[in-house]
Nanobody
Framework: QVQLAESGGGLVQPGGSLRLSCTIS??????TGWFRQAPGKEREFVAA????????YYSDSVRGRFTISADDVKTTVYLQMNNLEPEDTAVYYC?????????????????WGQGTQVTVSS
C-alpha cells in the first residue's frame, strides 16, 4: 500500500520561504507531483519530478521561485518555495502516479497525501 505524508507548511510573510517535504512509503516507480488547492478553487498542478533521472516540470505561476527535488530513492520529495506571494496560499498536496512519465493533471495521479496548509500573509 502506498502512503504519502506532507510536512513543512505554515505561516510565512510575503517574500519568505518554506520547504515542504513528502515522505512516501510503498513500492511505486512513477513520478511525484505537488499540487495545491486554494479555498473555492480547483486543485492545480504546481510541480513534478520523474522517478528516473532529473526531469522536472513547473507551472508557469511558480517557475523560477519553486524547486522540486528528491532523495536518490525517491522516498522523500521536497518543494522549496522562495519569494512566496499571498496568491500561493493554499493546501499543498503531494501525489504519486503509476509509471508513465511526468503527470500534469490531477486525474493522472493515483496516490495522495492529506495536504499541508501554506499561508502567505503579513
Amino acid at each position: 500500500q502506498v502512503q504519502l505524508a506532507e510536512s513543512g507548511g505554515g505561516l510565512v510573510q510575503p517574500g519568505g520561504s518554506l520547504r515542504l517535504s513528502c515522505t512516501i512509503s510503498g513500492r511505486t516507480f512513477g513520478s511525484t507531483g505537488w499540487f495545491r488547492q486554494a479555498p473555492g478553487k480547483e486543485r492545480e498542478f504546481v510541480a513534478a519530478i520523474g522517478y528516473n533521472g532529473p526531469n522536472t516540470y513547473y507551472s508557469d505561476s511558480v517557475r523560477g521561485r519553486f524547486t522540486i527535488s528528491a532523495d536518490d530513492v525517491k522516498t522523500t520529495v521536497y518543494l522549496q518555495m522562495n519569494n512566496l506571494e499571498p496568491e500561493d496560499t493554499a493546501v499543498y498536496y503531494c501525489a504519486r502516479r503509476m509509471p508513465g512519465g511526468l503527470g500534469l493533471r490531477v486525474r493522472e495521479y493515483s496516490f495522495w497525501g492529506q495536504g499541508t496548509q501554506v499561508t502567505v500573509s503579513s
